[in-house]
């Protein structure tokens, strides 16, 4: 099971951060990542991240401004968001892959399991 939680209301320029705790199964060995969900948008990768923590991929629209991270010690993934603007507004959603893969993938059909979305929404 992965619980997704800390989103909220923030002025655009603000800080997030978003934690997704996962229990029930072995998810730390899993790449996870970070999708989002605009009102009529399609469900896209924000950021995700290796097993180990050691190599990961964000969308071109978060760089800099977003940081994905991870401590298995504690079955926990965390998105920090600072600079947080209008069209960052979305539910966001955590997500694990199980399939081994040497470098997190982007492609939302390789993602297994699914938390339930916490919302995040940035006023000008």
């Known amino acids: 099971q992965l619980q997704a939680s800390g989103g909220g209301s923030v002025q655009a320029g603000g800080s997030l951060r978003l934690s997704c705790a996962a229990s029930?199964?072995?998810?730390?060995?899993?790449?996870m990542a970070w999708f989002r969900q605009a009102p009529g948008k399609e469900r896209g990768l924000v950021a995700a991240?290796?097993?180990?923590?050691?190599?990961?991929r964000y969308a071109d629209s978060v760089k800099g401004r977003f940081t994905i991270s991870r401590d298995n010690a504690k079955n926990m993934v965390y998105l920090q968001m600072n600079s947080l603007k209008p069209e960052d507004t979305a539910i966001y959603y955590c997500?694990?892959?199980?399939?081994?893969?040497?470098?997190?993938?982007?492609?939302?059909?390789?993602?297994?399991?699914w938390g339930q979305g916490t919302l995040v929404t940035v006023s000008s």
């Open positions: 991240i290796s097993w180990n923590g050691d190599s990961a």
């Open positions: 997500a694990a892959d199980r399939t081994a893969r040497p470098t997190p993938t982007d492609w939302s059909k390789a993602y297994n399991y």
């Open positions: 029930g199964r072995t998810y730390m060995r899993y790449n």
